[in-house]
């Protein structure tokens, strides 16, 4: 992985409202998830389709990646991964316990 301050991008993981977990990739990862949350709250559609079904709640995890190539590589290895992996992934037991996230709607 690169430096966090170089890199252009990002792979991310955002829990739901409805418990579910989105895994994408960006450059961005705060704009990204005010798009998604733009789309679940019909005032945008540059959000994944995904999002107008399932409200984002934040960021659970991210990582670094060198190139845009590395992230889809990345963030197809996350979405193959079982749910548990997941959320051990983003320093989690499961989806109910610590609140240790990189990005949070607060934020905002």
Not at 59 to 68: F, K, L, P, S, T
Request: a positive charge; hydrophobic letters at 30%; zero cysteines.
């Amino acid at each position: 992985m690169s430096d966090a301050h170089s890199s252009d991008w990002w792979v991310y993981l955002i829990l739901t409202e409805s418990d579910l977990i989105y895994t994408g990739i960006a450059k961005d990862t705060s704009r990204r998830f005010q798009e998604h949350l733009a789309t679940h709250e019909g005032r945008g559609n540059k959000g994944a389709k995904f999002f107008r079904g399932h409200k984002p709640l934040n960021i659970i995890y991210q990582e670094a990646a060198q190139n845009r190539s590395e992230a889809t590589r990345r963030e197809l290895i996350i979405k193959k991964m079982p749910r548990a992996k997941k959320w051990a992934l983003a320093g989690k037991t499961n989806g109910h316990n610590e609140k240790r996230t990189s990005h949070s709607l607060k934020h905002h």
